[in-house]
């Protein structure tokens, strides 16, 4: 017997796996934390553990150099693997604190240190990491009702992070319409946002099944198509008219536009707007609310800094523009498996 745990011992240290009894816990905490949402489906994100806790780590490898150039999405995104990885550690009876660190290249990466609690911590949200997804329906035109929003208004979000409503009609609806318009003009006449764009659309169940990432047909209303056939087609969508054209009917059937902005438009900031993110989403979720993302004038520079004095936001930075409303669910998108985005080596 003895001999036995030897070796797995010294298989366990030779694989540069850390024998810890938490390590089922932590990968449980892994497997809901990649739930997130992410640009594109990208999924951009590792996780290594430590003796005492969690790194969640960029992965540069798959950022989005052109819609993207600053990773300030990369970011959001894993700042809201974060949130679900705090609320999954609750549920399992664990005390977490996250701490954002800096490793020698100058990059932000996140810490989570984890303690085993004897209290069991009730965490509403957690049932709700499998039901959330992105949903690019045209919606039914139902508004969220008055009371429903300010429970939403009074969601605690992290420092430098602020919402902002926007009712379906109203001026600055309206305005914020126009320029995901404009957007539309600016992205869908750019060669390389669109190639970029083209490289994550998932056409078929076969291209799924192979990159369990992307923007795949079922999410965005499709049918499962030849790659051959598919690519014309996608081609003929990615142009302005065309967009406008969808985009218009998706923003008029939806009860309002949420904003998501921060202060300094740093790293640290987008890591806390996106766990703030995964928080609203989380609720609206529970809520039976659906939401998908507009995002277009906070991706073009010359349009968010326009907005930042158009609209009263203080001067914020726009980041995240989402929309919300109600909706039948559609089907959710596919995820790679824990066992890919988790480092065993030290790197
Ligand atoms: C920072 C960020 C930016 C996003 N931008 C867009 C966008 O502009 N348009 C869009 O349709 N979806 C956008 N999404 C949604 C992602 O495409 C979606 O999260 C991903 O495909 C996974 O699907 P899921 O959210 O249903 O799990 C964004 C998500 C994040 C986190």
Redesign the pocket.
């Known amino acids: 017997m003895r001999i036995l745990t030897f070796i797995v011992m010294m298989q366990s240290l030779l694989m540069g796996v850390s024998i810890s009894a938490q390590t089922p816990d932590f990968e449980k905490m892994v497997e809901y934390a990649i739930k997130a949402?992410?640009?594109?489906?990208t999924q951009p994100w590792k996780f290594k553990f430590t003796e005492k806790g969690i790194d969640i780590l960029p992965n540069f490898d798959r950022s989005l150099p052109v819609v993207d150039g600053t990773h300030r999405?990369l970011y959001?995104?894993i700042g809201?693997a974060t949130e679900n990885l705090c609320i999954t550690a609750r549920e399992l009876g664990y005390k977490e604190e996250v701490s954002l660190l800096t490793n020698t290249k100058g990059e932000c990466y996140i810490h989570v240190a984890l303690v085993k609690s004897e209290q069991t911590l009730f965490c509403p949200l957690f049932a709700q990491i499998v039901k959330r997804?992105?949903n690019?329906r045209v919606y039914t035109g139902k508004l969220v009702d008055e009371d429903t929003l300010a429970y939403l208004k009074k969601i605690p979000y992290e420092k430098e992070v602020h919402v902002y409503y926007y009712k379906n009609g109203n001026a600055s609806f309206n305005l914020l319409k126009e320029f995901v318009f404009r957007g539309n003009e600016i992205q869908m006449t750019d060669k390389n946002f669109k190639e970029e764009l083209t490289g994550w659309i998932r056409l078929n169940k076969k291209q799924v099944a192979k990159t369990r990432d992307g923007?795949t047909y079922s999410?965005m209303g499709s049918p499962s198509i030849p790659t051959f056939i598919g690519k014309p087609i996608i081609k003929s969508f990615l142009k302005p008219k065309a967009q406008n054209k969808s985009d218009s009917k998706k923003i008029a059937s939806s009860s309002h536009l949420v904003l998501f902005t921060t202060c300094n438009n740093t790293p640290e900031e987008w890591i806390s707007l996106g766990r703030s993110l995964e928080r609203f989403l989380l609720e609206t979720t529970r809520m039976g609310i659906a939401n998908?993302?507009m995002?277009q004038p906070c991706e073009v520079y010359s349009l968010a800094t326009e907005l930042q004095t158009k609209l009263s936001i203080n001067g914020e930075v726009p980041t995240?523009l989402l929309r919300i409303g109600y909706a039948n669910s559609m089907p959710?998108?596919p995820r790679k498996e824990v066992k890919d985005v988790i480092i065993r080596k030290p790197e």
Do not use: D, F, I, M
Not at 37 to 41: M, T
């Open positions: 949402p992410s640009g594109h489906n999405e959001v995104s809201a997804q992105t690019r923007l999410t998908a993302y995002n995240l959710y998108s």
